[in-house]
């Protein structure tokens, strides 16, 4: 599976992005898909998830209310709205692939974009 993440940019405070993450390669709808960030001098932490079918998300406690995670298998493209964001969203952002249930541990992901800068300015 190859991910090509895009939608990333600069916005002020309390402004919106939306991220699609585009899937080539194998079956996208065998996979469940999530995404990550990881901001200067800190650790990859997860974002969102959202299972095989779309049936089934997951939220960092931090994003959970302003982020939406979502996926469109005709399209083979995964989004994640972003609103009301916060100068603490400023990171790069990964989309990740796994074949195994939906989760939120990084190490369970085999297949990693290239990632999209956010920057969110105060």
């Known amino acids: 599976v190859q991910l090509v993440e895009s939608g990333g940019g600069l916005v002020q405070a309390g402004e919106s992005l939306r991220l699609s993450c585009a899937a080539s390669g194998r079956t996208f709808y065998n996979y469940a898909m999530a995404w990550f960030r990881q901001a200067p001098g800190k650790e990859r932490e997860f974002v969102a998830a959202i299972s095989w079918s779309g049936s089934s998300t997951d939220y960092a406690d931090s994003v959970k209310g302003r982020f939406t995670i979502a996926r469109d298998s005709a399209k083979n493209t995964v989004y994640l709205q972003m609103n009301s964001l916060k100068p603490e969203d400023t990171a790069v952002y990964y989309c990740?692939?796994?074949?195994?249930?939906?989760?939120?541990?990084?190490?369970?992901?085999?297949?990693w974009g290239q990632g999209t800068q956010v920057t969110v300015s105060s």
């Open positions: 990740a692939a796994t074949s195994l249930p939906q989760t939120i541990q990084s190490n369970d992901y085999k297949y």
